[in-house]
C-alpha cells in the first residue's frame, strides 16, 4: 500500500513560512477529492485524490 503525503517541491525558495504546506479548501468532483494545497507563502498546488480509495483506507480493513 502506498502512502500518500502532501509535500513541498524541491525547488521552493525559502519564504516568510518555510517548509509547510497548508490546505485551502477542499470540493468533491465526481469521485475525486479536490485539495488546493499553498507551499510555503511561494506558490499553490491542487491534489487530485481518489475518495472511494481514501474512504477505504481511513476506515481500514473490514472484521469479517
Known sequence: TE???LS???ALPICYVPNV???????VNGKQ???PYG????SIAIALIDL??????????VAG
Open 8 to 10: 513541498l517541491h524541491d
Open 33 to 35: 477529492l479536490v485539495l
Open 21 to 27: 504546506v497548508y490546505s485551502c479548501g477542499a470540493m
Open 39 to 42: 507551499q510555503s507563502d511561494a
Open 52 to 61: 472511494p480509495e481514501l474512504l477505504a483506507e481511513l476506515r481500514g480493513p
Open 3 to 5: 502512502i500518500y503525503t
